[in-house]
């Protein structure tokens, strides 16, 4: 197994400001520890970067924030949001490319009202969108969309597009996990959506996870893929460990709210969430805010 691949990249958070206006000074804030770090970052996401709710605007303005900060430090990727049409996903395209991150990730199709691409129209929609661009993207399948893309629909792309450089596979089925690394793994670099799955990734022969944990606890994710790296059992379990019970007080208990308020409570920059997201529950925060002071993630931090 080639342990010098092994990576993890986090999505980061898009700071908000009472009034709703992105704060830019804690954006550069949080990205600068995130590239403190070493982690590689994702920004715009439409889950923990809220990019659903970014003008066209915002997200130029964010990405190239994200490219003047992280650039050249550690791996610094657009993410956005799922498209409905290939249109909107070529336009998001330009714009990363323009403002000049490292890569993007092509996210899934989603065509609305809870319908289904076929595969013949998946294939269409990623032939469309992989030919407009030739910035280096990494290709999303995601449950998040309510449909798995066929293996070999990717698989396919894959062979026709030599600029896709990697894959973000955020589905819970290890046997759909094990057919894409046997088939890409060689040549590309696969990642798992969330921490949960990672030991079974890299394991498979993956390369690493995605994690919103990483907004707050960017060194001890790094610190998992050390240990992997390195081939110490122990240290990764240990490690890996505290990251869960961290990835378990945040979701399902408010998530990037949550986040938000934790980064917040300790002097990080967070800000706020962006309607029609409201600020995190007390409740919520307080269970949080417990299973961080007993993992010690403040010394871990270096907060």
């Not at 190239?64 to 956005?80: C, D, N, T």
């Not at 995605?210 to 050390?226: D, R, W």
Request: glycine fraction near 12%.
């Amino acid at each position: 197994m080639t342990t010098n691949r092994f990576q993890c990249f986090t999505i980061s958070i898009t700071p908000f400001a009472e009034d709703g206006a992105i704060d830019e000074a804690g954006l550069r804030r949080h990205l600068r520890k995130l590239g403190d770090a070493g982690i590689g970052v994702y920004v715009g996401g439409g889950g923990s970067g809220e990019g659903y709710t970014l003008t066209q605007q915002e997200t130029d303005r964010l990405l190239r924030i994200a490219v003047e900060e992280l650039k050249g430090r550690v791996p610094v990727r657009a993410m956005g949001v799922e498209p409905r049409t290939a249109g909107q996903m070529n336009a998001f395209l330009d714009m990363a490319e323009a403002a000049g991150v490292d890569a993007a990730q092509v996210y899934s199709l989603d065509v609305g009202h809870g319908h289904m691409p076929t595969p013949r129209e998946l294939d269409a929609y990623f032939s469309e969108v992989l030919s407009n661009s030739r910035l280096p993207a990494v290709f999303s399948t995601h449950q998040s969309v309510g449909y798995v893309i066929p293996a070999q629909v990717i698989i396919d792309l894959f062979a026709r597009h030599d600029h896709l450089i990697g894959l973000n596979v955020s589905h819970q089925d290890p046997g759909y996990l094990r057919t894409l690394v046997d088939a890409l793994g060689d040549r590309i670099d696969i990642c798992v959506g969330g921490p949960h799955q990672a030991p079974l990734a890299l394991a498979l022969g993956g390369h690493g996870f995605l994690t919103s944990e990483g907004n707050i606890a960017p060194k001890l994710c790094m610190s998992v893929i050390a240990a992997a790296k390195a081939g110490d059992n122990v240290a990764f379990l240990e490690r890996w460990g505290k990251l869960m019970r961290l990835f378990m007080a945040l979701y399902g208990n408010g998530g990037i709210r949550v986040t938000k308020a934790l980064l917040g409570l300790y002097g990080l920059a967070g800000g706020v969430p962006r309607a029609p997201r409201l600020p995190a529950e007390a409740d919520a925060l307080a269970r949080a805010k417990a299973v961080v002071e007993e993992l010690g993630i403040a010394d871990i931090e270096g907060w």
